[in-house]
């Protein structure tokens, strides 16, 4: 039982409350009101009645809890999010939670509402050790940063112990990309062979692998020369996951077609189905996608870049050309601009060469300015 009276101290009412936490030992704590005692009885009772029932509320929670362990919970939490989640992105939480979470807080036998910073903390600090980057680091926290506030809202814990502890930080990522030159003999290596659609659409249109074996004919518009980007094709365990959604809502787009690639794509037309497939007239995985490049490249004595690589030359060379970022953004399917000035600031040269320009005029130019600072 909770128990609380008032108390007068130095001219305001303070509460105190009194009651046996959820080890039988006997506590008592106060608070303040910051209500002047004088003609403010009625309402520190009031507060008084609504403390107590929130202490109430709190020992029961924490009694009730004691028989959910960590990993438990994890596992129910990850039952209930599969149905409000994409196929890959479930997959994702669920490699994480059960090969490596779970596994971690079993062997604490820790209950949920005990869980602390502490043990967060000390968890990753047992990824790192383990080799894994900080970038997956991050991956872990954001799932059980998810799943203890689930925790929070079914009353196991007063707070999201997840909140106070600082992920580690991922080193700044610079994108790799091909010059015009490789891209030629990339181009050269790849003619003739099943890689040339896939490469070419992922170079020259700067699609995603999933956006490039998405892609069926029915997308391509001949007629007006364009291709619309809104079908998607993903791998997880235990196979193919193809949706008419994108990425993102950006990342549902229509691009003309240059006329290497419309010529490309006349050469290899079908009337139906996917547009990408292997020798055997199958739609091409994306890891088999992924590791017929990498041959592709070892083959031919070609700089070693990851296929997602081909988008960010498709950038880079959108870019070295003097196209605006934002332009840039919207060929990509960026959700903002900020997205495409993080990975590709740093090649954003125009602004810099007005600047230039005009920090010389200014500098170099004859005559007196009277205004000058």
Not at 40 to 58: C, P
Not at 212 to 232: M, N, P, Q, R, Y
Not at 323 to 342: E, F, K, N, Q
Request: aromatic content about 6%.
């Amino acid at each position: 039982m909770v128990a609380g009276h008032l108390r007068e101290k130095n001219g305001y009412w303070h509460m105190v409350i009194t009651y046996r936490d959820e080890m039988g030992n006997r506590k008592e704590r106060s608070f303040t009101t910051h209500l002047k005692a004088k003609g403010n009885r009625r309402r520190a009772e009031e507060m008084l009645f609504e403390k107590r029932r929130q202490i109430t509320a709190d020992l029961d929670m924490r009694r009730n809890a004691k028989g959910i362990y960590v990993d438990a919970y994890l596992m129910h939490w990850l039952e209930r999010m599969q149905p409000t989640v994409s196929p890959t992105t479930f997959k994702a939480y669920s490699l994480i939670v059960r090969k490596s979470i779970c596994p971690y807080f079993q062997k604490m036998n820790l209950p949920i509402c005990d869980l602390a910073p502490k043990h967060i903390a000390a968890y990753y600090d047992s990824l790192l050790k383990r080799g894994l980057s900080t970038t997956t680091v991050r991956r872990h926290h954001a799932n059980l940063h998810k799943a203890v506030g689930c925790a929070v809202i079914d009353g196991l814990l007063p707070e999201n112990p997840a909140n106070r502890v600082v992920p580690p930080k991922v080193a700044p990522y610079t994108a790799s990309y091909y010059s015009k030159v490789e891209c030629q003999q990339l181009l050269a290596a790849i003619q003739g062979t099943d890689l040339e659609l896939p490469v070419t659409l992922a170079l020259l249109l700067g699609l995603r692998r999933s956006e490039v074996l998405g892609l069926k004919w029915e997308a391509i518009d001949f007629d007006c020369h364009t291709v619309h980007i809104s079908h998607t094709v993903n791998e997880i365990t235990g196979g193919i996951v193809a949706r008419d959604v994108t990425k993102r809502k950006s990342s549902h787009r229509t691009l003309p077609l240059s006329p290497a690639v419309e010529q490309l794509l006349m050469s290899r037309q079908r009337e139906s189905g996917y547009i990408c497939l292997n020798a055997h007239n199958e739609l091409l995985k994306p890891s088999r996608l992924t590791s017929k490049f990498k041959a592709l490249l070892q083959e031919n004595n070609l700089r070693e870049i990851r296929y997602h690589d081909l988008r960010h030359t498709c950038a880079a060379l959108l870019i070295a050309a003097r196209m605006p970022l934002i332009d840039v953004s919207r060929w990509l399917g960026h959700s903002s601009i900020a997205i495409t000035a993080d990975l590709y600031g740093h090649l954003e040269f125009i602004s810099k060469e007005h600047c230039a320009s005009i920090l010389e005029d200014t500098i170099f130019t004859k005559g007196n300015d009277t205004n000058a600072i």
